[in-house]
């Protein structure tokens, strides 16, 4: 499809597993949004790629949380020992670079019991 | 750091009526967005405003920017069935920059 595409669309997981979710941004996207949504909650930034530039890493909330975009491609965000409060979910977003439009993936719902 | 707030933070309505949600900062944002989020979905924009006063329609969907910047205003008239969601106003959280910040959201509810 053309959009973002993101898997799994539902992760359970048992406290302390580490986890991963992946981001297909649309093609021709340089720039890539990492984002948390907790229950009945507003987006939280957590991590943004821009074409070859040093990630902005600035909303991640622990060094648990990290993420890597293979050149203009697919992301992985990874949260190692997971705990109940990682549940959420995870929305990538992309866009051309240089404007506002953001296009968001479905999401991941993470479950962590 | 900048936080959005919007209100009300849920509103109940008939098949028909008008709807009126706003948000506000207690910073100045120089670019406002509006999305909406279906269950399930990643929230789509809506509207993108970029000038103080500025007034934008999209269909029955009409945004402000507010003069003094710490504000902005969606409206919906004539709702329908399909406007059932979530509503969230964003903007970025630097000046100039794409990271964005987001409220809390407006959760609509349509009695047909």
């Known amino acids: 499809g053309a959009g973002v595409s993101q898997s799994p669309s539902n992760k359970v997981t048992e406290k302390g597993k580490d986890v991963e979710l992946r981001c297909d941004p649309i093609?021709?996207?340089?720039?890539l949004y990492w984002y948390r949504q907790r229950l009945g909650q507003g987006l939280e930034f957590l991590i943004y790629?821009?074409?070859?530039?040093?990630?902005?890493k600035s909303g991640l909330p622990s060094d648990r949380f990290s993420a890597e975009r293979t050149g203009e491609s697919v992301s992985t965000l990874t949260i190692q020992r997971t705990q109940q409060e990682d549940s959420a979910v995870y929305l990538c977003?992309?866009?051309?670079?240089?404007?506002?439009?953001?296009?968001f993936g479905p999401g991941t719902r993470l479950t962590v019991l | 750091g900048q936080q959005l707030n919007q209100s009300p933070q849920s509103m109940f309505i008939q098949e028909g009526e008008d709807v009126s949600m706003n948000c506000t900062s207690s910073?100045?944002?120089?670019?406002w967005l509006w999305y909406k989020q279906d269950p399930g979905e990643g929230p789509v924009l809506l509207i993108a405003?970029?000038?103080?006063?500025e007034l934008t329609s999209n269909g029955r969907l009409t945004a402000q920017f507010g003069i003094t910047r710490k504000d902005s205003f969606l409206n919906i008239s004539a709702s329908i069935p399909s406007d059932v969601g979530i509503y969230f106003c964003?903007?970025?959280?630097?000046?100039?920059?794409?990271?964005?910040?987001f409220g809390q959201g407006t959760r609509l509810t349509i009695n047909p």
């Open positions: 977003a992309s866009s051309t670079g240089g404007t506002d439009t953001q296009y």
């Open positions: 093609s021709g996207h340089t720039a």
């Open positions: 790629f821009q074409g070859n530039s040093a990630p902005d």
């Open positions: 910073s100045i944002f120089n670019t």
């Open positions: 405003l970029y000038k103080a006063g």
């Open positions: 964003a903007g970025p959280r630097i000046q100039g920059a794409q990271k964005l910040v």
